[in-house]
């Protein structure tokens, strides 16, 4: 009788054994998939974040005349406004602005990875201040007329080296004033108001559509 229980007893300890030991091995029975590698995930990620074009993260702008500010648009909150008199035109620089109110350096914002070299000479093709221009849109054109500063007009009526070399110190010294503001003319054409709608283009596409309308008035 003595041998029975201990025979059942010895059965019952390797029994509980074996089950400890299947427990103990569960976790490497899985196989170690992809999602379960966070190396791959995390190489994917930054394969991902590479493969997305740059651009402009503007949250708002200020509107300066002669280096003082006029209107200030950030986050949907605004102040300000554009007066002109009617027949005279006033030139006003736009600065943009990132999530904390600071002026975004737009030239050093780069071009999306794996542009074509054969496109070198369109300049919507670089990065830099060259490649953004301003949308303004929506306004009673009986009412303002809107001059945009055209970079590319202005090189070709400059053909001779002389007057080329003077442009370009013109330019370096009007980035030393204004930064990386884009500039524009507004002209009061007849007495009454109007809105101004503002985007920032980067080549064909906004990077930045304000959210308010910028009042103006012509006087």
């Known amino acids: 009788m003595f041998t029975y229980f201990l025979g059942r007893d010895f059965s019952v300890a390797i029994s509980r054994l074996m089950l400890l030991s299947f427990v103990a091995l569960l976790p490497f029975i899985g196989g170690c998939g992809e999602d379960d590698n966070p190396i791959v995930d995390d190489e994917h990620d930054h394969e991902h974040e590479a493969d997305a074009p740059l651009h402009a993260d503007a949250d708002g702008f200020n509107l300066e ?3 003082k500010v006029v209107y200030h648009q950030h986050q949907g ?3 300000g406004s ?4 009617a027949g005279e035109e006033i030139e006003i620089h736009v600065h943009f602005l990132d999530a904390n109110e600071a002026e975004l350096h737009l030239d050093e914002v780069a071009p999306p990875p794996g542009e074509d070299d054969a496109h070198a ?6 990065g830099g201040l060259e490649s ?3 949308g303004l849109t929506g306004y009673d054109s009986s009412i303002i007329k809107i001059h945009l500063d055209d970079h590319d007009h202005e090189d070709e009526e400059h053909d001779q080296e002389g007057e080329e070399h003077d442009d370009e110190d013109d330019h370096e010294d009007d ?6 503001a884009l500039p524009f003319g507004l002209e009061g054409l007849k007495a009454g108001t109007t809105t ?5 283009l980067h080549g064909d596409h906004p990077d930045f559509t304000a959210a308010l309308p910028i009042p103006v008035t012509v006087k």
Do not use: P
């Open 175 to 180: 980035h030393e004033e204004h930064g990386d």
């Open 121 to 126: 000479d369109d300049a919507h093709d670089h």
């Open 82 to 85: 554009l007066t002109v008199k």
């Open 196 to 200: 101004i709608k503002l985007q920032l």
């Open 65 to 67: 005349i002669d280096g």
């Open 77 to 79: 909150a605004h102040e």
């Open 132 to 134: 953004f221009s301003l």
